[in-house]
């Protein structure tokens, strides 16, 4: 299992895409995240009877900016938050890993989630990797890319963990800041690492359990 991360608007989306191009089976967090309460779902029934339903837009979905506003400031709230689509979300994950295993057991799963190094601890990937770009660039990219006032680009940028604590906790990190080209590049040379190791792994012999030294 692969772990994917990277602050909003490295690029770790290209990276994703190209991936799974390539033949990783990737597992999108946020995709996640909103299935776990799609309408009709537990957990959304849960949120509701914990918060409310203002917390519903006018179709029945999940109204985000509402919900937000209660959780942002009440740490207690935002607990009862995590309770409630945390196990949801691990749920949906566990059920597409074993999926993903059942179809092909050499699979390299990638599980791409922006906030990795605030979930989810490192050491359930056998690898992580980190998409890094400097913080101008990304705030440059969320002001012309998505429309977004540069007071609004650094709140949200500034909302995530630091850059170098994100990177002490990579493997491997794949540089966006300059063409995406050169980050295709980068993701194609991992991807030759990854299926290099693979056949490796699939060509060591079993340990022999009667070999006292496959006992150490």
Not at 57 to 74: M, P, S
Not at 176 to 204: F, M, N, P, Y
């Amino acid at each position: 299992m692969i772990g994917l991360t990277g602050g909003i608007a490295a690029g770790k989306t290209a990276v994703a895409t190209r991936l799974a191009e390539l033949g990783a089976v990737v597992i999108d967090a946020d995709r996640l995240a909103r299935e776990a309460v799609a309408p009709g779902s537990q957990a959304l029934e849960a949120i509701v009877a914990r918060f409310g339903d203002h917390v519903l837009d006018a179709d029945g979905e999940l109204d985000r900016a509402a919900l937000g506003a209660i959780v942002f400031d009440d740490p207690a709230a935002l607990r009862d938050l995590n309770a409630i689509v945390h196990p949801a979300v691990q749920r949906r994950y566990d059920k597409l890993v074993a999926e993903a295993a059942a179809r092909d057991p050499d699979a390299i799963v990638v599980y791409d989630v922006p906030l990795l190094a605030e979930a989810r601890p490192a050491s359930e990937f056998s690898l992580v990797v980190v998409v890094d770009a400097p913080a101008e660039l990304r705030v440059e990219r969320l002001v012309s890319l998505r429309g977004m006032d540069r007071s609004a680009a650094l709140a949200r940028i500034g909302a995530q963990i630091a850059d170098d604590e994100r990177r002490a906790m990579a493997d491997v990190v794949i540089d966006s800041s300059g063409t995406i080209e050169h980050t295709i590049e980068q993701v194609d040379a991992l991807w030759e690492r990854l299926v290099a190791e693979r056949s490796r792994s699939a060509a060591e012999p079993a340990a022999d359990p009667a070999d006292p030294a496959a006992l150490l």
